[in-house]
C-alpha cells in the first residue's frame, strides 16, 4: 500500500470529486470529457465489464476494505484488463460504497443496496492522453450510465483534463502513475 493521508476539508473533496468539474472552456471549444466519443467509449467498457464478471448482476466480490474519501466509506478495488477496438490495457475498478456510516459487513452483506458508484480507470491506446498516462476515466451508477457533474456532462474521458484543482485527473496526480494503491502497473 503507498495511501497518502489527504489533508483537503469535506468541502473540498465534494468539490474536487463531483461539484464544480466544469472546465472553463471557450465557445466552440471540445470539453475534455463527456462527449459523444467518451461516451459511447464509456459503454463498451461497461459492456466489457459485465462480460467479465466485473459489473452488473453477479459481478465478482471481494472483501471490502474501509474507505478513504472522496470514493466511499467502503470500497474494493479490482486491478484487471480489458479490450477495447481492438486495445488492450489495463483496468482497474473501485466500487464506492454508502451512504456515510456504512459498515464493511454491511456492505459485504449487502453490497447491491450499499453501491452508490462504480468509478474506472483504463489505460488507453497511446496518444489518447499522454501527458496524463493515457488513463481514460469515467464513474457510472450501478446500472452502468454514467454519473453527471451539476453541469450535466456525464463523467467519463479526460476528466477534467486542464484543471488542476478539481476532477479525477488532478487529484490522482499526486502519483506519478496516477494511483494510489498499487505500483504493478505503469
Ligand atoms: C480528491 C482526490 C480524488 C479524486 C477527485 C478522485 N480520486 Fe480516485 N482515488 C483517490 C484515492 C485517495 C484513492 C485510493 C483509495 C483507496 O482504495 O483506498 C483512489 C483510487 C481510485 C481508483 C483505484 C486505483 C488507484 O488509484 O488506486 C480508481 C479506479 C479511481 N480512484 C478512479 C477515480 C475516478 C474515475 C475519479 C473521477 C470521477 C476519481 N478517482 C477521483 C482519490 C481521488
Not at 500500500?1 to 469535506?10: I, N, Q, S, Y
Not at 450535466?152 to 499526486?174: E, S
Amino acid at each position: 500500500m503507498k495511501l497518502k493521508t489527504f489533508g483537503m476539508t469535506a468541502t473540498g473533496i465534494a468539490l474536487a470529486l463531483g461539484v464544480g468539474l466544469t472546465a472553463t472552456l471557450s465557445v466552440g471549444q471540445m470539453a475534455p470529457f463527456g462527449n459523444e466519443e467518451d461516451t459511447s467509449y464509456a459503454a463498451s467498457l461497461w459492456t466489457a465489464m459485465v462480460d467479465a464478471n466485473m459489473a452488473g448482476d453477479g459481478a465478482i466480490r471481494t472483501l471490502p476494505y474501509k474507505g478513504i474519501e472522496p470514493h466511499g466509506f467502503v470500497l474494493e478495488t479490482f486491478y484487471t484488463k480489458a479490450t477495447i477496438d481492438g486495445h488492450t490495457g489495463d483496468l482497474v475498478i473501485k466500487r464506492n460504497y454508502g451512504p456515510e456510516g456504512v459498515s464493511v459487513e454491511q456492505a459485504q452483506e449487502n453490497g447491491v443496496e450499499h453501491l452508490a458508484a462504480i468509478t474506472v480507470m483504463f489505460k488507453r491506446e497511446d496518444g489518447y492522453d499522454a501527458e496524463n498516462k493515457n488513463w481514460f476515466w469515467a464513474k457510472y451508477l450501478p446500472d452502468g450510465s454514467l454519473d453527471k457533474n451539476p453541469a450535466g456532462m456525464q463523467l467519463a474521458g479526460r476528466v477534467v483534463k486542464g484543471n488542476d484543482t478539481a476532477g479525477c485527473i488532478a487529484c490522482h496526480a499526486a502519483e506519478d502513475d496516477y494511483l494510489f494503491t498499487t505500483n504493478a502497473i505503469k
